[in-house]
């Protein structure tokens, strides 16, 4: 009963989450825990089953059933500095930059584990591994190419675990992933523009699967692994007013159409080492396979549209520290760097991405023996990068600066144990 009102209440929570900070368009904010040290060694089990997202073997960590929140605010900041030569609508007095594009997201995260027998564990987690949101301000040179752009992602994940020893545990579980996709765009050069709107959603499954091995007293090893997710989305292509295209006039209406694409999938590895009973280093390792997407097709569409990405794939590096103060308070600190999937030739501030530094600091407190709370605090430094895109004839080009902050804050109950 616990874990159903777990999940129906996180569930209606991640429904509202549209941010991306991650590589691509994936949220990594999944724990307070993890913020605080830019998630270094996540995949090898601490103190916290938000470990859970990158290993589902951490599941096997509790000593009874445990319930585990977190909640992040996201803080993005990122505008194009405009190059009025190289951009077709300043030629008609058109020369804003569309502002702020990135919009404050929420990321709620829940987890449950509990043991079943001395060996035998379950547990679930409700993430938003992907989603983000871009707002323009009209009119601004790239209108024609971005106005609204969001995706959102719930995931629902039950996993099962076994303590074969001391030394090993394992775990599998399934992937449920609702996807939801909103592109919008102008029609003409005007203050408020008629819109074209792309939108469609999906659910899909995948699994997880993962592995913690403890080699020797004060190490810990962990390994996990996200797999792809095929979505195949419904939905619709909308013209407020007729389209002209080489090929005819569309009248404006809204037309059923159908896009596929593959979420990537992802393998993490983490290392814990305690260097003695204070003090414990980590690291980590992430590689997605965004180069899973490339130019992705609208099925049906009468503008015969497509979404060119091409991504590449992502890589995430990260190192951090915890210094246990006493049993109430621990204290952590990491930086961590982004390879972004995103090619300069393919980049636009609908998802203006680039390779990035994370620095975090945070800390926990054992309220007592039962409850504890996390929070992390993060600074990521965005490099500076390229933005050049052709969209209906009209250029925009420009360098997207940007950087974000990220707060998050978690609580932890244990039931029993």
């Given at each position: 009963m616990r874990a159903i009102f777990f999940v129906s209440t996180v569930g209606a929570m991640v429904a509202f989450v549209s941010a991306a900070q991650a590589g691509g368009f994936a949220v990594r904010e999944q724990s307070a825990y993890g913020?605080?040290?830019?998630?270094?060694?996540?995949?090898?089990?601490?103190?916290?089953?938000?470990?859970?997202?990158?290993?589902?073997?951490?599941?096997?960590?509790?000593?009874?059933?445990?319930?585990?929140?977190?909640?992040?605010?996201?803080?993005?900041?990122?505008?194009?500095?405009?190059?009025?030569?190289?951009?077709?609508?300043?030629?008609?007095?058109?020369?804003?930059?569309?502002?702020?594009?990135?919009?404050?997201?929420?990321?709620?995260?829940?987890?449950?584990?509990?043991p079943v027998t001395d060996r035998l564990y379950f547990g679930m987690s409700v993430n938003a591994p992907y989603g983000f949101s871009t707002t323009s301000d009209a009119p601004w040179v790239g209108m024609f190419s971005h106005l609204d752009a969001e995706a959102t992602s719930i995931n629902v994940t039950p996993v099962v675990g076994f303590k074969f020893n001391d030394m090993i545990s394992a775990a599998v579980g399934m992937q449920i992933q609702y996807f939801d996709v909103d592109i919008q765009t102008a029609l003409a050069p005007v203050a408020s523009p008629p819109r074209q709107r792309l939108e469609g959603d999906s659910t899909d499954v995948g699994f997880v699967a993962g592995v913690t091995l403890t080699p020797f007293d004060g190490t810990t090893i962990g390994i996990?692994?996200?797999?792809?997710?095929k979505h195949s989305l419904d939905g619709?292509?909308?013209?407020?007013?007729?389209?002209?295209t080489p090929l005819g006039t569309i009248p404006a209406g809204s037309y059923p159409i159908r896009a596929d694409v593959t979420l990537p999938d992802t393998l993490s590895v983490g290392v814990r080492q305690a260097i003695n009973h204070a003090f414990t280093v980590m690291a980590g390792m992430e590689w997605t396979n965004w180069s899973r997407i490339q130019t992705v097709p609208f099925t049906g569409s009468p503008a015969r549209s497509s979404l060119p990405?091409?991504?590449?794939?992502?890589?995430?590096?990260?190192?951090?520290?915890?210094?246990?103060?006493?049993?109430?308070?621990?204290?952590?600190?990491?930086?961590?760097?982004?390879?972004a999937p995103t090619t300069d030739e393919?980049?636009?501030?609908?998802?203006?991405?680039?390779?990035?530094?994370?620095?975090?600091?945070?800390?926990?407190?054992?309220w007592n023996e039962r409850l504890s709370i996390d929070a992390g605090y993060s600074h990521i430094f965005v490099e500076d990068a390229p933005v050049d895109e052709t969209t209906a004839g009209f250029r925009y080009a420009g360098t997207a600066e940007g950087s974000a902050d990220i707060i998050s804050l978690g609580i932890r109950y244990k039931f029993g144990g």
């Open positions: 913020q605080g040290s830019s998630f270094a060694g996540m995949a090898a089990p601490g103190d916290s089953i938000s470990s859970m997202f990158w290993n589902p073997a951490a599941v096997t960590t509790v000593s009874g059933i445990t319930i585990e929140g977190n909640l992040t605010t996201v803080f993005p900041r990122s505008e194009l500095d405009v190059d009025p030569a190289r951009s077709s609508l300043t030629g008609l007095a058109i020369r804003g930059n569309g502002g702020n594009v990135g919009e404050v997201g929420i990321v709620p995260a829940g987890y449950f584990a509990m996990g692994y996200r797999s792809a997710v619709s292509q909308a013209f407020d007013v007729p389209l002209r990405l091409n991504f590449e794939d992502g890589w995430f590096f990260s190192l951090g520290g915890e210094y246990k103060y006493d049993p109430n308070w621990t204290f952590r600190a990491g930086l961590g760097y982004e390879i393919d980049r636009t501030m609908r998802l203006p991405d680039a390779d990035r530094v994370w620095a975090s600091i945070g800390a926990s407190y054992n």
